[in-house]
């Protein structure tokens, strides 16, 4: 493994760190438990992902190749998030938590961007695995988000009656 493969692991470490920082302050910002869950797990999983590739930074740092066995029996608890109005509501009612969501989506966005161009220049299967299961826990953060995003934006249309008159 190069330097190259370092600064890639360097480079999602600070994806990942990004995430974890902003999912923390919506936790300790959000006044609603439902949605103090949600950001807390979305916390986790970030944190999980920068345990994983710390564990890979340090075999790279040593010489060794990256690990990718057994990612693929990682459980990916995202699908768990339910979108219920109760939530939705509860994050439309707060700008701060609202802006997050958005926030969040464009990170989720960048990190399915980053981890798809680095499994297509993988050099070896295993970076290719490391990936490839990071690209598809992401895109499932990124469509829970979207999901997320619409249905408080189309709250906030109905609400301030947006939506054109029959």
């Known amino acids: 493994m190069s330097e190259k493969t370092l600064d890639i692991i360097k480079g999602a470490l600070l994806l990942e760190h990004r995430g974890t920082a902003l999912y923390k302050s919506a936790?300790?910002?959000a006044k609603d438990e439902a949605v103090k869950e949600m950001f807390q797990m979305m916390m986790d999983e970030e944190l999980k992902h920068v345990e994983i590739l710390s564990k890979q930074y340090l075999l790279v740092s040593k010489g060794k190749d990256i690990d990718?066995?057994?990612?693929e029996k990682i459980?990916?608890?995202?699908a768990d998030i339910i979108l219920n109005d109760k939530l939705i509501?509860?994050?439309?009612a707060s700008g701060y938590e609202a802006a997050v969501i958005s926030?969040?989506?464009e990170l989720e966005k960048r990190a399915v961007e980053f981890y798809s161009e680095k499994e297509a220049g993988a050099t070896t299967d295993e970076e290719?695995?490391?990936f490839n299961w990071l690209v598809k826990w992401e895109k499932e953060h990124m469509m829970m988000l979207a999901k997320l995003?619409?249905?408080i934006k189309e709250n906030v249309w109905y609400d301030n009656n947006f939506w054109p008159l029959d």
């Open 27 to 29: 936790v300790e910002q």
């Open 68 to 71: 990718a066995a057994g990612m």
């Open 75 to 78: 459980e990916e608890e995202t």
């Open 89 to 92: 509501k509860a994050i439309s």
């Open 103 to 105: 926030s969040a989506l």
């Open 128 to 130: 290719r695995k490391l």
């Open 149 to 151: 995003d619409d249905e």
